[in-house]
């Protein structure tokens, strides 16, 4: 059985195949459309969400299935014990996808669960967009090996899924930030990463853009935090520490070269990325949002044997 809680729950071989079969399924929907017939996913959110929730949740009808939605706070989850809840679960469900605040929960919830469990965002790591986001490179690009990925912010649960999924495909993975969101720091993959000569690190946008295929960016602050009075202040020094490095047509042009625009969304115009770019031809963030469809399927029917 197969978790999905990390990119590196994989391997890079599977993580390919993947990509290649979303594209496909995203061509030729109806070939899939009984392939999940009878199955349930179990969609458990303890954060808000609008492309996860609806990706899976038709997704899982366009294959055939059902999926069942519940928000932790309708659920026994904040009295029991994760990893029970999770094995209960899983004897109704066939697949769990879940939207955990902190990575020891949805650790805890898979470890008791007896089917395979994807991350739906957490403090850590984002895979199920990370899978849509280079599916979506592949689609616009023809082609993934090679292809330069900046990502430009802060170091957080996106970039770590961002980074892991573009050296598995093949590409250069460039982050650009002056420092990391604390507990998206994930040491193990840092040293694998650093070790890896198609990965780099810098602090200064001008030298991270040079031939950048792609430029990815995501939000300064975490969507658990954004109402949080006591995350104002840090809310507050974000917004001064990574103007610089906002996607806009001033930082587009120290490419050299096409690039594109990629965000998981959604996106805080004005802050990490200007609504002149956001909107402009080169942007792909809604072909990549509506991928995030496309991809789920092809990760479900993976985790399932279905591929
Ligand atoms: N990109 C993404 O995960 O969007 P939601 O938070 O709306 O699910
Ligand atoms: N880093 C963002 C991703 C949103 C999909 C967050 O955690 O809110």
């Not at 990391?180 to 993959?189: L, S, V």
């Not at 990574?242 to 959604?266: D, I, R, W």
Request: hydrophobic share 40%.
């Amino acid at each position: 059985m197969t978790n999905f809680l990390r990119v590196r729950d994989v391997s890079s071989d599977a993580f390919n195949w993947m990509i290649d079969q979303a594209i496909a399924i995203k061509a030729n929907p109806d070939k899939w459309s009984d392939a999940l017939k009878g199955k349930t996913l179990a969609m458990i959110f303890q954060k808000t969400s609008t492309r996860t929730r609806f990706s899976f949740e038709a997704g899982m009808t366009e294959l055939g299935g059902h999926a069942i939605f519940a928000q932790t706070q309708h659920t026994q989850m904040g009295i029991a014990d994760i990893s029970d809840e999770g094995k209960v679960i899983s004897r109704y469900a066939d697949l769990i996808m879940a939207r955990m605040v902190y990575n020891r929960d949805l650790v805890a919830l898979a470890d008791g669960s007896e089917v395979p469990v994807i991350n739906g965002c957490d403090d850590r790591y984002h895979p199920a967009q990370a899978l849509t986001d280079l599916m979506t490179v592949k689609e616009k690009l023809s082609r993934t090996k090679d292809v330069k990925v900046v990502y430009m912010g802060v170091a957080n649960n996106v970039s770590n899924s961002l980074s892991m999924a573009t050296i598995y495909a093949g590409g250069r993975f460039t982050l650009c930030t002056p420092e990391f969101d604390p507990p998206a720091i994930d040491e193990e993959q840092l040293a694998a990463l650093h070790a890896n000569p198609m990965y780099e690190e810098t602090a200064d946008p001008v030298v991270a853009m040079k031939d950048a295929d792609v430029v990815y960016t995501d939000t300064w602050i975490n969507m658990e935090h954004f109402s949080n009075p006591e995350y104002a202040a840090e809310k507050e020094r974000r917004v001064a520490t990574f103007q610089p490095y906002q996607v806009n047509e001033n930082l587009l042009k120290f490419s050299g070269k096409e690039t594109l625009v990629m965000h998981c969304l959604p996106a805080h115009k004005g802050y990490e990325v200007n609504d002149t770019v956001l909107y402009t031809p080169n942007s792909v963030i809604f072909d990549q949002a509506e991928n995030r469809l496309h991809a789920q399927k092809a990760l479900m029917l993976y985790l399932l044997g279905k591929l």
